[in-house]
């Protein structure tokens, strides 16, 4: 059913494609279709190639560029430490091609005229960017019916032949799948030979998933990478946009959608700066400062997976002279678990002790540090009295938030487990004054 269901939805795409061209307007001085003004204002000229024609939108950016806090040229000596992200997605063992030359890269945008990956989703617009030794280059084609596309893939993979590495955001599940779909249907057969992936969405969520409101690449832009659209259509409206101008072929109803594919595309090159300086150790020491704990916590998770344990380590070390701001069990438990696991015990020790602090003076306390002081102080530093009094501030603490929470049986449980450690501590002291 699933595969009846795709045939059926590609062919209304396609019908629906079909007919809003038929009845477009059309201009032409003899043979040559002459474009829309609209179209001319922003730069737009038809393309032909081999496979037909289609429509072209070309800007060059003269480097330096700054966007937002990044100077798009800045990749240019930080792209190869970006190399521990592809070679992590791709789940494969280095070899010479994997490393990243920043002239070989493409940033991928696409704008599809619905949100799926199969066959009846079509890319109406295609925006790529890519590094010269003098700009950042972002090109944008468009088709103006079916018959067109075969031609807008020719162009963009007359690009990919010298790239070795695709930049999106969430590229590898969405804008790639769809042009897999497209290839095929367009008579090209899969080769073996794939582009490797540089998809940000996964950094991006690993770094920012508990202090953002959301990883959407809009929100992640303005909030860490200082970039202000300002007027922008939303990427949602584009399909609505683009059938409006098939209806009517008034081409300014693109003119936002081109703006906001190009923005993207500008937005993948300043993403990829900021990890890549993150990689390389060269971010600078403001920008770390002004990360909030919770952030620098995840920086420097993210920064220990992909193997770059020096750095990690100094962040960390940042992070225990910090105080948790958050509520409840916040970064700061999770980085004296850290500590602890690596055995490091006494660098576990004052966080814990901070947490215990705060959990006292909360309205709903937690009582992981104080079960984890008591545990410290049974087992290792053998201060029975001082194990005690932490198990009994838990057992009050649990007691307290009791009343408070609704979790009964999750809280008896909890309650119980203290309350057991509260009575083989009381019995252990006991037979130490005997």
């Not at 590229?171 to 367009?186: K, Q, S």
Request: glycine share 6%; net charge negative.
């Amino acid at each position: 059913m699933s595969g009846l269901r795709e045939r059926l939805s590609r062919l209304r795409a396609t019908e629906s494609v079909e007919q809003v061209t038929s009845d477009a307007p059309q201009q032409s001085v003899g043979d040559e279709p002459v474009l829309s003004p609209d179209f001319l204002h922003i730069g737009v000229e038809l393309q032909h190639n081999e496979s037909g024609q289609f429509l072209l939108r070309r800007i060059e950016y003269p480097l330096p560029y700054q966007y937002g806090k990044y100077d798009l040229k800045n990749l240019l000596s930080c792209a190869s430490y970006l190399q521990p992200i592809t070679l992590r997605q791709n789940q494969q063992t280095q070899s010479p091609e994997d490393k990243i030359d920043p002239y070989r890269l493409l940033f991928l945008d696409t704008e599809t005229t619905g949100l799926g990956v199969g066959t009846g989703n079509v890319p109406f617009m295609i925006g790529f960017g890519y590094y010269t030794e003098q700009a950042f280059v972002v090109e944008q084609t468009l088709i103006r019916h079916p018959g067109e596309e075969k031609a807008m893939l020719t162009y963009l993979l007359g690009h990919m032949q010298d790239k070795t590495h695709l930049v999106t955001y969430n590229g590898r599940t969405f804008d790639w799948p769809v042009l897999v779909n497209r290839f095929i249907l367009n008579g090209w057969r899969r080769s073996s030979q794939e582009p490797r992936h540089l998809d940000f969405l996964h950094p991006s969520r690993a770094l920012w998933r508990n202090t953002l409101p959301s990883c959407r690449l809009s929100v992640v832009e303005e909030a860490r990478l200082g970039i202000q659209r300002g007027e922008d259509v939303p990427g949602s409206l584009a399909p609505a946009l683009y059938f409006q101008y098939l209806s009517d072929g008034n081409a300014s109803h693109l003119h936002g959608v081109y703006s906001h594919n190009e923005k993207d595309i500008l937005t993948l090159a300043s993403l990829s700066v900021h990890f890549g300086l993150l990689l390389s150790e060269m971010m600078s020491r403001e920008a770390i400062e002004a990360q909030e704990g919770e952030e620098l916590f995840r920086t420097a998770c993210w920064l220990e997976q992909h193997g770059n344990t020096e750095y990690a380590e100094q962040l960390f070390s940042v992070l225990s002279d910090m105080e948790d701001s958050s509520e409840g069990e916040g970064w700061s438990l999770a980085l004296a678990a850290r500590y602890k696991r690596s055995g490091q015990h006494e660098r576990a020790l004052p966080i814990w002790r901070r947490s215990a602090v705060k959990a006292e003076k909360s309205s709903t306390p937690k009582i992981a540090a104080h079960v984890e002081l008591a545990i410290y102080y049974e087992h290792r530093d053998k201060q029975l009295l001082t194990a005690l009094n932490y198990a009994e501030k838990a057992l009050e603490l649990v007691f307290r938030r009791a009343r408070l929470m609704s979790d009964l049986a999750k809280r008896k449980e909890e309650k119980e487990a203290i309350q057991h450690r509260v009575a083989r501590l009381r019995h252990k002291v006991s037979r130490e004054k005997e």
